[in-house]
């Protein structure tokens, strides 16, 4: 029996908090780091404190804790379970003492014991399990569940080493292993007694069972998946949610006997295999190998995760039939789709409902978050891989796909090319999964994360689906949760906030609006500026001490931070750039003339993703010749701090002036680094793309940088033919710094470097950088021309923080909730 369900049966004393004065934190404290880590104050390490301060801080959450896992159980409401790959949590310690409102007494406790609370906190290491906006948003979410006192669980992988730490050699992106869990997390609680067992390979069987034929299925091995819990909790209510992280090891990981034999690898070999399922996040997959480990661990975590739910957290007797009633499991993106077949296993299988019974269950229990518009990104599975790996989901698969095509044919008639169009099982170029079209079939409703990008989710990625299931596909605009990126990240301006609107802001973004009538303030104005320019010395001092690198002072901040992939269009701002300099190094601009910019960079690139890399590559060597050479006067910086993620992205997006969302139009779903730099201050240059067109409406067109084409124009350009080449012959600006790129100047003379990427520009250019380059130079002479007039800059950096509260991720969890999951607040 898992502690879980022991947890709700056995009559247990309750669970005593730590008394919630300084003297009771004190105490705390200094139990946990006499009798946890086994040291006295005057002889620990400063590791030895911050584990105990986090282990003091955790014993305060945890009666909350246990005693919502005892009244969830109990009440058997619906719940959410949210299937995730990805969780980018950021640093724990101070979001938690901001949930639990515990940071005035933990700062005192610390100063009475002699310790630095700021020095305790630097030496966090933030969890490495996600790599960009879809794990930061499953943060968000999560933190919005517990804060709306929402019964949660999310669930993923407790990845051993995340995605990877990035590192530049030579300007070159480098990765290595993210060992984050080297000095142990504090915030984690294992329970390897609550396993579950995961099978993979084998084959199947029919067999007769009374008057029904069933099938078994025979697996050829399988590991275990321990799990490993986070506490969830909500801001200021007393709740407190949890996210369940698995991690896999071998059923039988040592023997003994191979051992002694002499051959030490082969004895260890189980675990060694079992462990490589949850040691990276999305490990590289352009082989074969690579391919199955990542189907490997989307099945691991999903299959780990329904068998959890099912066996300890439903009442004795449970009517499965009712189970839509008491859970919804959102598929955030495809990677958790093959919970779908995984459910109907279960419940045929195991549980020994019929197939439309257990079928009726499945569709109620499933919703589906579509997170892009590539075609590329709607990941499939070849039959032969899914065959090998999973025999018995692929059998599943091709009924639902056989009975789903009988009700195609119902409607449409032997209409074979819709057919063939709808089919979950693709026939070209290999047979292969679509598992977007399986969510799709299997999911309760199916969303999109912006306006945009829900309609062209309908209009263009899934069309016959959603004129087949009209009632099926709605949106649900993404946001972020402004306890962490304003009230955490932002203290100056969560500050000047509650001055003007008063407090409770945290939870009721509208609140925002209110700070409309203090935008013609001069008062207002002025202490906003004062707050911006604090935040600004503040990352100066940070990426000096983190990395060496020197903002330029009184510059305009000019940031584009985001995953690096040619549809981000990181190339456009590199142009810009290099137009700028090349302005001043050929004499024609005066350095004078030039607006003082810094231009910041974050992104990582996917190991395998060459041309990525190649642009990381590129931005670099642009930064290592402009910020060296004499004639540009310290007017323009380029810097790209390494590793990029939530802990600096707290330091960059409050001192940001310019935020760069330049994405083609229609390839965007939706952003969220746009949302986390309006609420902070400031303004946006963008393309009429994602959650852009949303941002823009709510802020008004004078407080955005519009540019660009919108869909229908790029997609009016491709159905004309797109030669990337007129646009270069024709725009004199891009010539230049196309042609100064390909000269070597940024390769010390070597032409060669760099010429994969001009010539992807010249003659590919899938993403029209070159086509959106006239209209981006024009949109940033806006951008200086605005930035001139600082008092007037600062009214639209306010108004946009105003008007921004729409972005709340409590904002976006209410339309699931109300849309989607049904879900009511416990009480």
């Not at 990104?377 to 070849?382: F, G, I, P, V």
């Not at 409309?516 to 503040?538: C, H, I, L, S, W």
């Not at 590129?618 to 050479?629: K, M, P, R």
Request: charged share 25%; net charge negative; hydrophobic share 40%.
């Amino acid at each position: 029996m898992s502690e879980i369900r022991a947890t709700h049966t056995l009559a247990l004393a309750p669970v005593i908090p730590p008394a919630s004065t300084v003297d009771g934190f004190v105490q705390e404290f200094l139990n946990n780091l006499n009798f946890r880590q086994g040291v006295a104050l005057s002889s620990s390490s400063q590791n030895d404190r911050y584990l105990a301060l986090a282990q003091t801080v955790r014993d305060y959450l945890m009666a909350r804790w246990l005693e919502d896992q005892r009244a969830q159980f109990e009440r058997q409401s619906k719940g959410v379970c949210y299937l995730s790959a990805e969780y980018l949590l950021g640093r724990q310690l101070d979001n938690n003492l901001l949930a639990s409102d515990l940071g005035g007494i933990a700062a005192e406790a610390m100063s009475v014991c002699g310790i630095d609370l700021d020095e305790l906190r630097g030496l966090e290491v933030e969890p490495g399990l996600g790599n960009g906006g879809l794990g930061r948003l499953a943060a968000c979410f999560v933190d919005s569940l517990a804060t709306m006192s929402v019964p949660s669980i999310g669930y993923g992988i407790r990845y051993e080493y995340g995605i990877f730490r990035q590192t530049f050699v030579d300007g070159q992106q480098a990765e290595q292993p993210d060992q984050w869990l080297a000095l142990g997390s504090p915030w984690e609680f294992p329970h390897p007694e609550a396993a579950q067992i995961v099978s993979f390979g084998g084959h199947t069987e029919r067999y007769q069972d009374g008057d029904v034929e069933r099938t078994r299925w025979i697996p050829a091995w399988n590991v275990q998946a321990v799990p490993y819990n986070y506490m969830v909790p909500g801001y200021h209510n007393g709740r407190v949610n949890t996210l369940r992280l698995w991690s896999a090891v071998a059923t039988h990981a040592f023997d003994l006997r191979i051992f002694n034999s002499g051959d030490y690898a082969e004895a260890v070999r189980a675990q060694t295999f079992a462990s490589n399922i949850s040691k990276v996040l999305y490990p590289e997959d352009s082989t074969p190998q690579g391919k199955e480990l990542r189907l490997q661990q989307q099945y691991f975590f999903v299959a780990a995760s329904v068998s959890d739910f099912l066996d300890h957290h439903l009442a004795d007797g449970f009517d499965l039939t009712k189970l839509p009633d008491r859970v919804i499991f959102q598929l955030n993106d495809t990677h958790p789709v093959i919970a779908v077949p995984e459910l109907m296993r279960v419940l045929v299988d195991v549980r020994g409902l019929e197939w439309d019974a257990a079928w009726e269950i499945t569709r109620g229990c499933f919703a589906y978050t579509c997170h892009t518009l590539l075609p590329e990104a709607l990941e499939e599975w070849s039959v032969d891989l899914l065959g090998r790996l999973l025999p018995r989901h692929l059998e599943i698969i091709y009924r639902i796909n056989e009975e789903f095509l009988a009700e195609v044919r119902e409607t449409y008639g032997d209409d074979e090319l819709r057919i063939r169009n709808m089919s979950i099982i693709a026939e070209h170029p290999e047979r292969a999964i679509r598992m977007a079209y399986l969510a799709t079939v299997a999911g309760a409703k199916v969303n999109g994360v912006a306006e945009l990008h829900s309609q062209l989710l309908r209009d263009k990625v899934l069309p016959d689906f959603a004129a087949f299931f009209p009632g099926k596909f709605t949106n649900v605009t993404n946001g972020v949760t402004p306890r962490r990126f304003l009230r955490l990240a932002n203290p100056g301006l969560s500050s000047l906030i509650t001055e003007a609107v008063g407090p409770g802001w945290e939870t009721d973004l509208d609140r925002l609006q209110g700070l409309e009538a203090y935008a013609d303030d001069a008062g207002f104005r002025t202490a906003f500026a004062e707050v911006k320019a604090q935040n600004k010395v503040r990352l100066r001092h940070e990426l000096l001490a983190r990395d060496g690198l020197v903002v330029g002072e009184d510059h305009l901040m000019d940031v584009m931070v985001k995953r690096l992939h040619e549809y981000k269009r990181q190339m456009l701002k590199v142009l810009h750039i290099v137009s700028l300099y090349e302005g001043i190094a050929s004499g024609r601009v005066a350095a004078a003339e030039v607006t003082p910019r810094t231009f910041i960079f974050g992104a990582k690139a996917a190991p395998g993703y060459a041309m990525a890399k190649r642009i990381i590559h590129l931005i670099n060597a642009v930064g290592s010749v402009i910020n060296d050479d004499p004639r540009v006067e310290g007017r323009l910086k380029v810097l790209f701090p390494p590793n990029y993620n939530v802990t600096l992205a707290e330091r960059v997006i409050p001192a940001a002036d310019l935020s760069e969302q330049i994405s083609l139009a229609g390839k965007e779903a939706s952003g969220t680094g746009n949302m986390k730099f309006a609420l902070n201050g400031a303004l946006t240059i963008g393309t009429d793309d994602g959650a852009n067109v949303e941002i823009r409406r709510l802020v008004g067109d004078e407080n955005f940088f519009l540019f660009g084409m919108t869909e229908p124009e790029v997609e009016a350009l491709w159905s004309t033919g797109y030669r990337p080449g007129e646009f270069y012959q024709a725009d004199e600006d891009l010539r230049r710094a196309l042609d100064l790129i390909a000269s070597g100047a940024f390769s010390g003379g070597d032409r060669s470097t760099f010429e994969p990427v001009v010539s992807n520009l010249l003659y590919d250019d899938r993403f029209m950088v070159l086509a959106d380059f006239a209209e981006y130079i024009r949109a940033q002479r806006e951008v200086d021309a605005a930035y001139a007039d600082q008092d007037a800059w600062n009214r639209a950096a306010i108004l946009n923080v105003a008007r921004c509260g729409f972005f709340s991720s409590d904002r976006s969890m209410r339309d699931y909730i109300n849309g989607i999951w049904h879900t009511p607040p416990a009480l």
